[in-house]
């Protein structure tokens, strides 16, 4: 086994992570306030899901580039509000 490649966009350690389902892609979250969506075989970043607290799991959908994620998000009172959000990611060339 080696290192192919190192996806580097994170600021801290990366808490989850989840490749589509034809492998094209890689998603990426940490503590960031963002999503890292990156081309598995560039590295390039091909887009950045802005969110506003911690993620701490994502997944895509096993035949769609469809992304559920859910974190550590807070209402205004600072209660856990433990909801899931579905991205939809469309690009017609991958």
């Known amino acids: 086994m080696m290192c192919l490649r190192t996806f580097t966009n ?4 990366v ?3 989840s490749i589509n389902h034809d492998g094209s892609l890689i998603a990426m979250a940490s503590e960031d306030t963002f999503i890292d ?3 598995t075989e560039t590295g390039e970043r091909i887009d950045k899901i802005d ?8 997944a895509w ?8 994620y859910a974190g550590d998000e807070k209402d205004r009172d600072d209660y856990d509000v433990g909801s899931v959000k579905i991205y939809g990611y469309r690009n017609r060339d991958l």
Do not use: D, G, M
């Open 37 to 39: 969506i990156c081309n």
């Open 10 to 13: 994170l600021q801290w350690a």
């Open 61 to 68: 959908h096993r035949s769609h580039n469809l992304l559920a």
């Open 15 to 17: 808490r989850a992570l």
């Open 51 to 58: 969110v506003k607290y911690a993620i701490n799991t994502i």
